[in-house]
């Protein structure tokens, strides 16, 4: 093909004639097959893995992984045994209700002023 900048203007009026033909021709080829669907450009649609497919592939994993770690213990691997938490003591009745009346008077003391939050 030529390079556009060295056609005449006679030559390109008669380029656009013959796209304009060729055009037209396509429109009419289309009507009569009939227009082909249009291809829309959507993303795939995500699978979504039910609770009971994803519960059963964790079980695996972690069967898997109790299975490696049992067999093959290495020396970094080996820890101490953890001890246990703490219980957490009961706060007595007492101290509750000093904590109560601490808090009574701050919330009095603040409205006072005139605030509605601290």
């Known amino acids: 093909m030529s390079n556009l900048l060295s056609l005449t203007t006679t030559q390109l009026r008669h380029a656009a ?7 037209a021709l ?33 079980a695996a994993a972690k069967a898997r992984w109790a299975k490696v770690k049992g067999t093959k213990p290495t020396a970094k691997s080996i820890k101490p045994a953890a001890k246990a938490p703490a219980k957490r003591k009961k706060m007595s009745a007492a101290a ?4 109560s009346a601490l808090a009574k008077a701050r919330w009095a003391k603040i409205k006072k002023t005139g605030k509605k939050s601290l």
């Open 96 to 99: 509750k209700a000093k904590l």
């Open 17 to 23: 004639n013959l796209k304009e033909k060729i055009e």
């Open 26 to 58: 396509h429109k009419q080829l289309a009507s009569i097959l009939g227009a082909p669907a249009p291809v829309s450009a959507k993303a795939p649609k995500k699978s979504k893995m039910s609770a009971a497919a994803r519960a059963k592939i964790s």
